[in-house]
Each structure stands twice: as C-alpha cells, then as structure tokens.
C-alpha cells in the first residue's frame, strides 16, 4: 500500500501516515490523557490458555490463504465454534477481484449476541494468511503461517465470545464478531483497496441490511510477546473517544502497560473501511512495537510468525481489555 510522508496533525497527537502493508517514521510523543485505573464493574476473567489453543487450532490448519483447502476447512472451523458461543451466525460465501484482475473465494463468518438487541458493539478481525513471506530473507514466495498476524484476533474474539456465554450480557447490549476474509492479499504496487477486500465487501452488504454499531474494534497482530499496542493515528482521527474508553478501561484491567498513551504510526486498516464505507467509527488494536521506520515487529510477514511468538499474556492484556469494555459498556455506573 502506499505511503504518504507528510505529518498527519490531529488533537494531541503528531502521526505519521503510513498503510497497514508499508512503513514510514513513527512518533513517540507521548499523550496527556489522565489514565483512570479504578475497576468500574465485575468482569469475566479471560482464559488465555484457551484463546492460545484456538489460535494453535487455526494455525494446524496451515496457511489459511483464499483458494486453498485450508481456507475452506479452517472457515468451516471457525462457524461451528461461532455457533458455540453466539445466537446466530452468518455465513458469507463471495467472490472478490484481487489487485491483479485473480477472482478469489472470500468467505466472512459474522456471530452475533442478543442479535435484536438495538444497542451493538462490532469485533472484527481477519483470518486469513498472507499469501508470501515480502518481509523474509528466503522463501518470500510462500505463504505464511500467521499465527499472529490472522490468528491471534480469532483467538482472543472466540474466547471473548465464550466468557459472554458464561456470563450473559443484558438483552438490551448486543454483539457481533465479523471474520473478515482476503485482507492481506494485498501488495503496495496494487493500491491501498488491494488489501481488506472482506471488509470492503461486508462494510457495502453487511449481513444484516442497514447495520449499525454504536463503535468498532478491529484487531490486528494481537498476540506477540512484547507487544505493544500504541495510539493508532487513524483512530485517534476518527474514534478517538472510543480509543480513549479503550485504553483507559485496559487500565483499569491492570494493563496498562501493552497500552501506553504514546502515539503510534497511522495504519490503513480494515478500520479505514468500516469506517468510510459502514460509517461505524471503530478502531484498530494493532501491535506497534517495531522500531524507526518500522512500526511493525519483526516477525511481521515472515515465516518467524507461527506459534513460537504466540504469548499468552498478550492474549491476556487484549481479551481482558475487551471484557472490560464490554461489561462497562454494558453497565454503565
């Protein structure tokens, strides 16, 4: 995707401009923002040993790239664990143009909670794996195992989604969780709309007609030892209500330290679309730890992300995050 090298200035926070697939210069700034560390309400305790082996699940499957049988195979996984822990699940079987003219199978799966609910709260993150290791110095034509840049998001949503269950949410609080398709069959040369074409997609025929959400969090790359989860600069221009309720509640979780009040790059996301198209404002929790001109860690589109860089206190800083969110949202002092 391309990068735009001009300062994007936005309240309290000076982002650089970049896409979820290319790099420019970070800004380390910190924020002001008074962090609020007070639990407000009981919340589920998020079991990151399962999340981990639901990643672990995704990841048996191999490379989840579009067209191959471990696409399909891994889509047909994840509906059935969806109908364990939603009310009803959506299943959408598409054909989209990938940036280079290929007609690719796209499938999106949408589980939702309390669906007649009016107030609804979005989760979305993708599943697939990138077709070619750009980033690695060998076999950069073969596909990836993307544990965590595909399954970590999964992981950490279905058993969010499981502890809801548990611990059931007024009927007047909905959710639902979209994974997303084809997102990262994308290539700089092609254009930023070459990436995310499952979100594209879903954003113009949601699964259900004239959807709304009161916000979104997209995650991205959720599931790395020493992550860091930094402002996002999108976000901060669009959500930044939203990501600030966020990263104070993953305070007031105690993890405070995956979420730092420092300003991070701006990142061209599924985010960007559910945005723009779906006018959702929603927000992407995306690990922003690499250093200099690369915003992203270094196992970011190579064959070093599989399960070795999976670490669960990450999936636990994230999922507990989400809990908090949604309990607060959900009961509101």
């Known amino acids: 995707m391309k990068k735009t090298l001009a300062l994007l200035l936005v309240p309290c926070l000076a982002l650089s401009m970049l896409s979820c697939k290319n790099t420019s210069e970070n800004n380390s700034a910190e924020t002001t923002v008074a962090q609020d560390t007070t639990p407000k309400v009981a919340v589920p305790d998020f079991n990151a040993?399962?999340?981990?082996?639901?990643?672990?699940?995704?990841?048996?499957?191999?490379?989840?790239?579009?067209?191959?049988?471990?696409?399909?195979?891994?889509?047909?996984?994840?509906?059935?664990?969806?109908?364990?822990?939603?009310?009803?699940?959506?299943?959408?079987?598409?054909?989209?143009?990938?940036?280079?003219?290929?007609?690719?199978?796209?499938?999106?799966?949408?589980?939702?909670?309390?669906?007649?609910?009016?107030?609804?709260?979005?989760?979305?993150?993708?599943?697939?794996?990138?077709?070619?290791?750009?980033q690695d110095t060998k076999d950069k034509d073969k596909p990836i195992l993307a544990a965590d840049d595909a399954g970590s998001g999964v992981g950490v949503l279905l058993e969010v989604a499981r502890q809801i269950q548990m611990k059931k949410l007024p009927e007047s609080v909905g959710i639902d969780i979209l994974f997303e398709d084809v997102e990262d069959y994308g290539k700089e040369i092609w254009g930023d709309a070459s990436y995310c074409l499952g979100t594209q997609y879903w954003a113009h025929h949601p699964h259900v007609p004239g959807y709304k959400a009161e916000f979104g969090i997209l995650l991205d790359m959720v599931g790395a030892r020493n992550a860091?989860?930094?402002?996002?600069?999108?976000?901060?221009?669009?959500?930044?209500?939203?990501?600030?309720?966020?990263?104070?509640?993953?305070?007031?979780a105690g993890y405070s330290s995956f979420f730092p009040f420092v300003n991070g790059s701006t990142i061209i996301d599924d985010h960007e679309f559910v945005n723009s198209i779906a006018h959702i404002p929603t927000i992407d929790i995306i690990n922003l730890a690499g250093n200099g001109m690369e915003p992203f860690a270094a196992h970011w589109h190579t064959h070093n992300d599989n399960m070795d860089i999976i670490d669960k206190n990450t999936l636990k800083a994230v999922g507990q995050t989400l809990l908090q969110v949604i309990y607060e949202t959900a009961h509101p002092l």
């Open 49 to 134: 040993d399962s999340a981990y082996a639901l990643v672990a699940k995704q990841v048996a499957f191999g490379p989840r790239v579009p067209g191959t049988p471990a696409q399909k195979q891994c889509a047909d996984w994840m509906e059935t664990e969806l109908k364990k822990v939603t009310d009803t699940v959506y299943r959408q079987n598409v054909q989209v143009k990938a940036g280079n003219g290929k007609m690719l199978p796209c499938i999106n799966l949408i589980g939702s909670i309390n669906p007649k609910a009016t107030k609804r709260i979005l989760f979305l993150t993708h599943w697939d794996s990138r077709p070619w290791a750009d």
């Open 228 to 252: 860091k989860f930094s402002i996002e600069g999108l976000s901060a221009q669009v959500a930044g209500d939203v990501q600030q309720n966020v990263w104070q509640a993953a305070g007031r």
